[in-house]
């Protein structure tokens, strides 16, 4: 499966780097969004993808039977999505704010810090 | 010695606090540390003169071969020797040249700093000790040639001359550094032992380089002499001693130093002579167009450092010794005329000769002084610079390539700097009295003392210069000609040397009769002039400043897509370089992959690329939907049920807000080019692509063992959790959990805040017209 994530992965930057170059503010909202995701299951695929193996311990044992998922990636991920949750409302309130006073969606007029 | 010099520093510091409590009497209290200093040294003379060299030995930094060991040989004994002596004589001087200054604790701060680090400089043994102090004088001189900071041209002459010595001194560093490795020691008694090895590697050439343009620029040899007669802006002390007798000599001093270990070669040779040569004719050349007495003092200077340098190059046992004399020649009557320079400027009001007249009679002890002190710069006997000048031209007609050029540059220098001499002697002091800005008297003698001092050393070492010969005996040995038998004398006879001098001294003295007329003639050069060596700097500043203004108006251009691509591209050739012919790429994995699974990544593609190409809002957002459920599918599908439910819950929370939000602000515009776009797409590919390989080879390179595996044995036992997940967030890696809720919280509040800000600008503008609207 990782080779097929490593091209899903790539297809997915390329994708969040394209939109992040737009001349329009809300596309590039999009592109966050997208890179944000691509970032995730970065981590979570390098660190190899198990199948039907979650990290959990059975109940009445002290640690799981056999090979478990790594959880220390999930752990990181989870707390990466949260965050990019924090980051995305912020950036779309802030964008939304910014159309309101400077009434421009294009980058290239937004230039200026005094509007 | 070290805490000496150290100290010096310490005492620099201490100077507005001394003059507190010694007022104008502070300069005086201050000599005491040169003169102690010189004291020291003297007592240091037997073993000097003896042949012993002394080290004294202190460690610095051990691990990288940085020591402040100070060596102390002849070389280094005669130009501490200098440095302390005038340094006491012009701190003396200047308590009466800037009495009542209300910078006065300043300028001594500065310049007993500037002494200490031309100390350490002429002293330092390791080659990085030697850089410092070599810079620490940079700065102190360029704080001084600055002193009076509110003049402009003061400003901007310290400012070349900073930029000029620093700029070699950056070549010096690259020089020390190649020196190093070349001869394999930071010290330089031992590097000086090497000459050979140092001769023979391939790294001497760009070496030598770099250290020549370290000390051409410091010396102000031609084509960087430039700097140096704008630095006369400094108050007359400090040209007197930084710009006349010690700092300028650095890198004489360095080249000397460096003579046994470099010197020597067909490079060394043509270029020390050559350039010391040019540099001679041009300093004395330029010298009589002047008619401020400090500028032809400074141009005479540039023609003394010249000859020096051309001495060095020439570097046969008589060359030396005549460098020996010719240092010191130049150091005592070279002080003593801007000591009187400073006299005559602080009497009379003014720094123009020809505006001055007749003052022998109301200055009669500083006309004797000038007087003595020209004749030594002339070359004259019965005085020191007499010596040196006979032993100059007896070394130029030894020289075995370019002679002929040489000696006409040499001859030409030795007549001009003669018509400078009676210039700066003859014009104030005889003739018609002129009314002056300020009525002049006699010096008073503190101001006296140093240039008499001077000036009587120069008249004694002249009538008996056998004195010298222990000394110059002993420098010449550190210079690289051990064991030369030195035996100096006034008379040599009538020879070749005699004749030239005599010949220099008619046409000397016809070229100052006709001064008046020869400066009419040469200011018709004016043209010409104005294209010199400093016109190419002017342009190289005012071509920096433009370089600059459009690199950041390139870069800092204020599109963030632009960084973006920058960046991206610089990521992609670098990583992509080192993946490609660094690594070798190697993929052996079998593509084990199950229908749903591919649809999934099918799906996740899918999302990503209509997000992008769609152009309605909403089927982005829903696209990007699409995208967020598949990736929570994969987690679902690869054992990490809690990463699904975030997922889930996020993407959720996502599509409302985006919908909620999106909606109040402008439909997609399509405001790029095509080929913008394509350009766009080309870099997003080729990121994308790395990643992609850089995955690739991560997966296939060796796992290292998981270091969560304490985790994964340990979540049930000390956390009492059986989601390990869920354990490493709250438990093993609480304070990342923390951190995340802050940076939540934070978001909360900004969010809050712009909404709220919104709201009461809404009602502030509800009285106004109805903004324009876009209802998408």
Redesign the interface.
Known sequence: ????????????????????????I???V?GL??LS?AA???I???A????????????G????EGP?????P??L???A??????????A??????A??IV?A????KM?DTDT | MQLAVLGGFVVAGMAPLLHHWFGARTPLVMALLPASLSAWLLGQWPAVASGEVLLLEWAWVPGLDITLTFLIDGLAWLFAMLITVIGALVLVYSGEYLRGHRDLPRFLVVITAFMMSMLGLVLADNLVTLFVFWELTSITSYLLIGFNHTDLAARKAALQGLFVTVGGGLALLAGFAMLAVAGDSWSLAELTRRGELLREHALYTPLLVCVLLGAFTKSAQFPFHFWLPNAMAAPTPVSAYLHSATMVKAGVYLLARLHPALGGTDGWVITLSLVGALTMATGAFLAIQHTNVKKLLAYSTVMALGTLTMLLGIGTEGALVAFVIFLLAHSLYKGALFMVAGILDHETGTKDVTAMGGLRRVMPITAAVAGVAALSLAGLPPLLGFVGKELMFASVLSVDAWRPLILLLAFTAAFLTLAVAAIVALRPFFGVPRETPRAPHEAPHAMLAGPALLAALSLSFGLAPGLLDPLVGATVAGIGAPGAEVHLALWHGVNLPLLLSLASLLLGLLAYRHWDRLRAWLARLEPLMARGPEAGYEALMAGMVSVAGWQTRMLQNGHIRNYLVVTLLVLVGLVGHALVFRHTLEFDFALAVYFHEAVVAGLMIAGAVAACVMRSRLAAVAALGIMGFSIALTFVLFSAPDLAITQLLVETLTVILLVLVLFRLPRFATLSTPIERLRDLAVASLTGGLITLLMLSVLSGERLPRISDYMTANSQPLGHGHNIVNVILVDFRALDTLGEMFVLALAAIGVYAMLRFHAEAYDARRQAPPPERDDG
Do not use: H
Request: charged share 15%; glycine share 4%.
């Open positions: 499966m990782e080779p097929l994530m490593a091209i899903t992965i790539g297809v997915l930057f390329a994708a969040a780097i394209y939109m992040m170059l737009r001349r329009s809300v596309k590039l999009i969004m997208l995701n995730n299951l970065l979570f695929a390098t190899g993808m198990v199948r039907g193996a979650p990290p959990l311990v059975p109940q044992l002290t640690a799981p478990v998922a790594d959880p220390l999930q752990a991920v989870l707390t999505i949260v965050i990019a949750f924090g980051v995305l409302s912020f779309v309130v802030l964008v939304r704010r159309w309101e009434r969606d294009d980058l290239d230039k």
